[in-house]
């Protein structure tokens, strides 16, 4: 019955927004993201296209945040898991306002309440960002809840040459960190006690238990 239901609302929320183009109310950035991040899209073209547009229209902005807080919790992730991770990694690179690169511009050390920076200066709304760093430049991903099996599938890219992160878990830490020098990254991961992991890098799978472990990798062959 809520499959059933789920799937009228998404039927709904489409028939609404969504016109014969592709375009979610008439190319609302927010309403793009919002759709591919929540899954009311599940048709793999329709998804890219929306993903596609989705990209444009960021690019058209010159990559600034033009979101507010709902925005922000979907659009990195959006992009980052429809292909287009580079888009949002230039986002994040971004000085210009409305950006997170425009707050560390002006001083920022802490999150705010609003892009004008006119509100709370220690504020969680637009927060996610730390969260999507986890999972995508570290790469850290649950599985089984609790992170008892985990991914740790971290993307590479020409401009950040260092990440060093950890997650506290039930079962102990994961650490994951690396540094890039040209195309080979020094990759170091720490596994938990009473856990699996499966980490994926560009050209291979492998599926490791608890230790720690160091690993060179050639962007170029993948291995």
Known sequence: MLLGLCEEIREAIKKTYIDENGYVDKGNITAHAMVLFYGVISDEKERALCAKILNELVIESDYKMMVGILGAKCILNALSDNGYFETAIKMLENTEYPSYGYWIKNGATTMHEDWENSFSLNHH???????????????????????????????????????????????????????????????????????????????????????????????????
Request: hydrophobic share 35%.
């Open 125 to 223: 709304m637009f927060s996610d960002v730390l969260a999507w760093m986890y999972k995508n430049l570290a790469g850290i991903r649950p599985i089984l809840p609790g992170f008892k099996r985990f991914k740790v599938e971290p993307k590479f890219t020409q401009s950040v040459k260092r990440v060093s992160s950890s997650y506290e878990t039930t079962y102990g830490k994961i650490a994951v960190s690396y540094e890039r020098e040209g195309e080979a990254v020094k990759l170091s991961l720490e596994v938990p006690k009473d856990t699996t992991c499966l980490l994926v890098l560009p050209s291979q799978s492998l599926e490791l238990s608890m230790g720690k472990y160091e690993k060179t990798i050639n962007l170029n062959t993948g291995y």
